[in-house]
């Protein structure tokens, strides 16, 4: 056997396809794997990809022969049934979760969809890309059919209407070798030689991607963990790497480096015009930022814009439960208020400046004047009597 270019297990894990560049596929049991394996023959030139179909029944094969082939896992020995109709090398091969379809990428700057059940059925020509399809995938759902090509571009075909036009996916500066979908079929992975992954949202295929850059060459290939939190990719840069991309996890790596939430500062120059949030649930705010909102409370008040600042203030206290504000802002509050002839918003602020310095001539005499334009004349005078 020379080169292998492809593995693959069976479902029920007892098999292990391979592909070579000697025309065969081979089929090796896991069980006893020191026993001659199981030779497919017939290809005339190199096997590129091999795949089992769901229910572990067909194997499928890709060769150069132009040709795609399905064996019969339990009678191997079987003639296979061979699939023409690209007009060249079939380069890769993938079914469909419900193992109905089985999806081929081509040379011929095709895909094509085969009807497993009908095999002797005419193919479903998926044509539109301008160069050679490497790889293909299918969502986790069995909707959507992604393309990867020579011609830079990445296509989503719907399976449930494949005569549409697909979605075109552009953005990388290099070939599209390699394709992969999510677990929960959200995210569609990409691998070029611009020596970049790429993540595209599925949902919002016109939105920008998502970046993966560090490789030194070209990326090969992509591949996302069983629980969707990483994604793997293979380099020519001889080494291989683990991204955690998931914005959860994202958040969770940089909370426990930075062990603190982001300053306003830094909110501002890297989130822009994003509602402030505590990003680390297990640390407090930044204290710049609870500051910053009394400071803005503080302009507002002096403004006459009381319900303004009294709506910062609660934001404040939401963003931080245990955040300590002084008697001397809650005065502010308080003061302006009153003068603003709007006591009666701001009389529970009088309060707790009182609470938090009851000795304070200049609280006393602010929620005085607050309880006088209330009618609370007798509280007014207990407090100007202090003040005095």
């Not at 929620?367 to 005095?388: M, N």
């Amino acid at each position: 056997m020379r080169i292998s270019s492809s593995v693959a297990f069976s479902p029920d894990g007892r098999w292990l396809a391979t592909a070579s560049w000697d025309n065969t596929a081979r089929l090796w049991d896991v069980t006893n794997p020191g026993a001659a394996p199981i030779v497919l023959a017939g290809h005339t030139d190199d096997v590129w990809s091999v795949a089992f179909s769901p229910n572990g029944r067909w194997l499928a094969t890709a060769s150069s022969d132009k040709t795609a082939r399905l064996w019969d896992v339990t009678n191997p020995g079987a003639a296979p049934i061979v699939l023409v109709g690209h007009e060249d090398a079939v380069e890769f091969v993938a079914f469909s979760p419900d193992g109905r379809w089985l999806a081929t990428a081509s040379d011929d700057n095709t895909a094509r969809l085969w009807d497993v059940t009908n095999p002797g059925a005419a193919s479903i020509v998926l044509a539109g890309h301008a160069g050679y399809v490497y790889g293909v995938a299918f969502s986790p759902d069995g909707r959507w059919l992604a393309t990867a090509s020579r011609d830079y571009t990445a296509r989503l075909w719907d399976v449930t209407n494949p005569g549409a036009a697909p979605i075109v996916l552009a953005g990388h500066a290099g070939y599209f070798w390699s394709v992969a979908f999510s677990p929960d079929g959200r995210w569609l992975a990409t691998a070029s030689n611009d020596t970049t992954a790429r993540l595209w949202d599925v949902t919002n295929p016109g939105a920008a991607p998502i970046v993966l850059a560090g490789h030194e060459g070209w990326v090969w290939s992509v591949a996302f963990s069983p629980d969707g939190r990483w994604l793997a990719t293979a380099s020519r840069d001889n080494t291989a790497r683990l991204w955690t991309w998931r914005v959860a996890d994202l958040i969770a790596t940089a909370c426990r480096y930075a062990g603190r939430n982001l300053s306003t500062e830094e909110w501002a120059r890297y989130l822009q015009d994003k509602p402030y949030r505590r990003t680390c649930e297990r640390w407090p705010v930044h204290p710049s930022v609870p500051q910053l909102l009394l400071d803005e409370a503080h302009v507002l008040a002096e403004q006459g814009a009381i319900s303004g600042a009294l709506a910062k203030f609660e934001e404040a206290l939401a963003l931080d439960p245990d955040l300590k504000i002084s008697a001397k802002d809650w005065n502010a509050l308080c003061w302006y208020g009153a003068t603003w002839n709007q006591a009666a918003l701001v009389l529970d602020a009088c309060e707790t400046a009182v609470k938090l310095a009851p000795d304070d001539g200049n609280i006393r005499g602010s929620r005085g004047l607050a309880r006088a334009l209330t009618g609370d004349v007798q509280g007014a005078i207990e407090d100007f009597g202090v003040r005095a």
